[in-house]
């Protein structure tokens, strides 16, 4: 069983940046990041393979998140930066027992709690 815990989440201005952590107890794979906002379903954010060579974006967020992560510590990252009102949501981290990585919540098998963040205009 994995455990995943999330930090970094923080209430920040728009046009700022915050760098959100993952720390996972275990052996991951893939894994990603996802969020939730008020009122709407849980979605994709972005999402990295166990090497790091591959990653992917969502749209809304191309060019102003970057996922990485450090095996050694068993973490993963995400910066973002430029942030916008509309990016504020819970984020969660997500990881799975596969190679490779994923779109969708149920091709990923252990999940965090979340962190709040939340983008002032």
């Known amino acids: 069983q994995v455990q995943l815990v999330e930090s970094g989440g923080e209430l920040v201005q728009a046009g700022g940046s915050l760098r959100l952590s993952c720390a996972a107890s275990?052996?991951?794979?893939?894994m990603g990041w996802f969020r939730q906002a008020p009122g709407k379903i849980r979605e994709f954010v972005a999402a990295?393979?166990?090497?790091?060579?591959?990653?992917d974006y969502a749209d809304s967020v191309k060019g102003r998140f970057t996922i990485s992560r450090d095996n050694a510590k068993s973490t993963v990252y995400l910066q973002m930066n430029s942030l916008k009102p509309e990016d504020t949501a819970v984020y969660y981290c997500?990881?799975?027992?596969?190679?490779?990585?994923?779109?969708?919540?149920?091709?990923?098998?252990?999940w965090g709690q979340g962190t709040q963040v939340t983008v002032s205009s």
């Open positions: 275990g052996r991951t794979l893939g």
């Open positions: 997500a990881a799975r027992r596969n190679l490779g990585f994923g779109r969708r919540e149920y091709e990923y098998d252990y």
């Open positions: 990295i393979t166990r090497s790091g060579g591959s990653t």
